[in-house]
């Protein structure tokens, strides 16, 4: 071969590594771009959901279809075996927030951080509200809808109780997705269970009360008398001397709570004439079961009932109520603060 001919294959190899070492420069300065730059999220947030059983290409593809990074699968290959975790991803739903990077993606992946959600039992919701609610909550497998309460509680692991009403504690519980109504229920119950136990062996002495579901029956009427903190033991102390003098309870809620679909919002006369097992104007002691759901304070405050001699109570229409211990100063209260005939 020529000189010349040498000469040209030369120049023709540092051609060619400065092509490949340019492809390989701009390929790192590519990939680097790809590991600082935030995924496309929405400024609210979102979620991405990972199937079990995902291979590292699905999770890739998943992320792609979300549009969260036009990155190819390659560079996202390369940044797991980086971080180490590309056998290690784990199914779930995940957080995304504004700013999240491809690696803190993989990272929360790895680390099986998914999303978690809460739902609130709210204190004095019924049966048929938190159904409700259930039903409305995302990202959770209605398995409960087409129970009736005893098929419920079976469930539940509780065949003894074919009332659901009252059974499950107010406060808030994470889910994650995967999660059923039946499982946010079965920890619902078991709490109100450990909170009834806990709280049993140590009422007050001589409560009228025979047992802890006769305690959430109450419990579930001072819930419904009343939100406010000061008045929950003042007004399980009038429910408490009224069961121990036997006489009759006569509390709205439980007789509203007896007429059902009937309630427009107002109760009359009527209603409380008419016979029903939650109607306390006309059946002597508690109601059958309770009425809503009672959260701790409610409960603490039938087992720990106030001391006085109050044995009736009227709205004053601010929230409150003003307490009398005799029937004519009740009757006094009455005119002053639901008919406005006041002295």
Not at 36 to 49: F, K, Q, Y
Not at 115 to 143: C, S, Y
Not at 154 to 180: C, I, N, T
Request: hydrophobic share 45%.
């Amino acid at each position: 071969m020529t000189r010349a001919g040498v000469r040209g294959r030369i120049r023709w190899a540092l051609a060619v590594l400065l092509v490949v070492l340019a492809a390989l420069g701009y390929l790192g300065w590519d990939y680097a771009r790809f590991v600082r730059t935030p995924l496309n999220v929405p400024a609210g947030g979102d979620s991405i959901e990972i199937a079990r059983g995902s291979s590292f290409k699905d999770v890739v593809a998943q992320v792609r279809q979300h549009e969260l990074s036009r990155a190819n699968g390659l560079y996202w290959r390369v940044l797991a075996e980086q971080m180490r975790v590309a056998g290690r991803l784990h199914a779930g739903e995940y957080a995304l927030a504004p700013g999240m990077t491809p690696g803190q993606l993989l990272q929360a992946m790895a680390q099986g951080k998914v999303l978690q959600r809460l739902f609130t039992i709210v204190d004095g919701w019924n049966m048929a509200e938190l159904r409700a609610a259930l039903a409305k909550a995302p990202k959770l497998e209605h398995d409960s809808q087409g129970l009736d309460d005893a098929a419920l509680m079976r469930k539940l692991g509780d065949p003894s109780s074919s009332v659901a009403e009252g059974q499950f504690l107010p406060e808030s519980y994470a889910y994650v997705l995967g999660d059923s109504e039946l499982d946010i229920l079965r920890r619902a119950h078991a709490a109100m269970q450990r909170t009834l136990a806990a709280l049993w062996p140590r009422r007050a002495v001589d409560l009228p009360l025979e047992s802890p579901y006769q305690a959430l029956i109450l419990a579930s009427i001072v819930e419904k008398e009343t939100g406010r903190a000061d008045e929950r033991a003042r007004i399980a102390g009038v429910f408490v001397r009224r069961l121990q003098k036997h006489m009759l309870l006569q509390t709205d809620p439980s007789v509203i709570y007896g007429m059902g679909a009937r309630y427009a919002g107002v109760i009359h006369k009527v209603d409380l004439t008419t016979d029903t097992p939650y109607n306390t104007y006309t059946r002597a002691g508690l109601p059958p079961t309770p009425i809503a759901m009672p959260g701790l304070p409610a409960l603490q405050a039938a087992l720990h009932p106030a001391a006085g001699d109050d044995l009736y109570f009227v709205a004053r229409g601010d929230g409150g109520h003003v307490f009398a211990a005799t029937l004519e100063q009740h009757n006094r209260n009455v005119a002053c603060y639901q008919l406005k005939h006041c002295p």
